[in-house]
């Protein structure tokens, strides 16, 4: 069990330190995917939720969504073009992303619907 | 989403610990008891979910990489020597060599286990096999990490030296690299004591901005002199010589008649100092030999082995010996001969008998065309 622990932590070090330019290109591939598909998928619920639930109503917390997958849609546009970009750039923007982005859930969850369990956190 | 992104498992443990606690708190602030306690246990079994999730999709990002990573290593290296292979070899050489700083010397070996077919015949590829591992591994102890180390094929290596100082310290290099090789010995069934040696030719790259074929060219041609002079040695040639005009004073004169050459050197002898050759092989070695000294070459078309078009043709074709001026002496009046030398690359052509004054004055002007006016 303890030979596997440590053959894993090796395997996994020499992963992360061999393939450093795979992973920072598919993570800025990811960020970018996942832009163009939350804005897809954000949109259309605010089109189709209403005719759900139509006591439902579009507050500050769904709209800050935009802004926030618009700016890192562009920030991944932008170093997807930059050649070799290095992983110790890239993984901060993604980390930063997914945080912003749980936060925006907490804040749907938690302060846009108070009365009701979390829709997204189950 | 934490398993779209590739992140360190511990990575994912902190980020989504700390969401949770966020989540926990907020909830926890805001929301009824009743609501807070169903969300905490949502969010409890969501974490460790995801975690779980997280974790098997590394490992299968972790496997995939050490197949690619093996994948790769297939692809460059050559698996008998553990040295590089020919084309990771020759790209590794053609990068350094575009990107090297003008001031760095380097130095191209190519070395040829002499002989080696001789024992695949005789003794069979698997000793074979065993004579190439031995030669990747005293490559791969000899030169530094840097340098770059490759089987070109069959019994032909290639290593590109980087930083070597001057020409003295490459021929040390590759006269250890000869000893060391001899030495080896091989366990073998046989009464027979197998001991082996290699020859190399090496070519120093000074400031000038030559590519890989050229240098292997110029490498190639020092070995197959270094073969042709008795294997087991080495010869290291100098691309310095390429610019090197000044100094140069001798005139090889390749002719098969020895009363021709011998006129041909009385007429000479007195402003420089002469090599002769009477054939076209013999003109090669010399080429070879004095390659940095060589002012003009006087070739006669007809002779035996090689004859003139092949020395022609020879030397317009590498860059070591491409500048030297070259004056066809020929008995041949025919003119199509003579426009078929020129094509090649000959400056003139003298038609014997061979008159004093003719000679004397086609030779200054060559030189003076060449640059090359003593």
Known sequence: MFEQIISYNENRRSYFKNHQSYISETNLSVLKQSMVFLLILVLFFIMITPTIFPTWKMTIYYLVLFPTVICYGVLAIFLRKCHNVQLKFVQPICLSFYFVFMLELIGIDVWANPKTSAPFFR | ?374
């Not at chain 2, 999709?57 to 297939?74: A, S």
């Not at chain 2, 040695?233 to 610019?243: D, F, G, M, Y």
């Not at chain 2, 030297?324 to 041949?332: L, S």
């Not at chain 2, 003719?358 to 065309?369: E, I, M, Q």
């Open chain 2, 1 to 374: 989403m934490p398993v779209l992104f590739i992140f360190d498992f511990w990575i994912y443990i902190f980020l989504n610990s700390l969401v949770e606690v966020v989540f926990l708190l907020s909830t926890w602030s805001v929301k009824a008891v009743e609501i807070c306690k169903t969300d905490t246990f949502n969010a409890i079994f969501g974490f460790m979910l995801s975690l779980a999730v997280s974790w098997m999709v590394l490992q299968i990002r972790i496997k995939e990489g050490q197949v690619k990573t093996k994948l790769m290593k297939m692809g460059t290296v050559d698996y008998l020597t553990g040295i590089l292979n020919k084309t990771a070899c020759e790209q590794g050489i053609t990068e350094y060599l575009e990107t090297r700083e003008q001031q760095d010397n380097c130095a191209l070996l190519v070395l040829d286990i002499d002989n080696f077919k001789n024992v695949n015949d005789r003794i069979g590829h698997k000793f074979g096999d065993i004579v190439l591992n031995r030669m990747g591994s005293l490559l791969q102890h000899t030169f530094r990490t840097g340098d770059i180390i490759g089987r070109f094929g069959g019994d032909e290596f290639l290593v590109l030296l980087k930083n070597v100082k001057d020409a003295e310290m490459l021929e040390n290099r590759c006269n250890h690299i000869i000893e060391e090789f001899k030495s080896i010995k091989y366990e073998q069934n046989t009464e027979v004591d197998w001991k082996f040696s290699c020859s190399i030719g090496a070519v120093l790259l000074g400031e000038e901005r030559l590519d890989f074929p050229q240098l292997f060219q110029m490498a190639d041609d020092a070995l197959y002199e270094a073969k042709s002079f008795g294997k087991g040695r080495c010869v290291v040639h100098s691309t310095k010589a390429l610019e090197r005009n000044a100094g140069r004073n001798m005139i090889l004169i390749a002719e098969d008649s020895e009363v021709n050459r011998v006129a041909l050197v009385s007429i000479l002898a007195d402003q420089f100092e002469i090599a002769e050759a009477a054939d076209g092989n013999s003109t090669l070695s010399l080429l070879s030999q004095y390659n940095d000294q060589i002012a003009m070459v006087l070739l006669d078309l007809y002779m035996p082995g090689l004859n003139g078009y092949g020395v022609l043709n020879y030397m317009k074709s590498r860059t070591a010996y491409r500048s030297i001026p070259v004056i066809i002496v020929t008995a041949d009046t025919d003119r199509a001969s003579e426009e078929e030398a020129l094509r090649q690359g000959a400056v003139d052509v003298i038609i014997k008998p061979i008159d004093p004054a003719v000679v004397r004055l086609r030779v200054k002007n060559a030189l003076k065309y060449a640059g090359r006016e003593l």
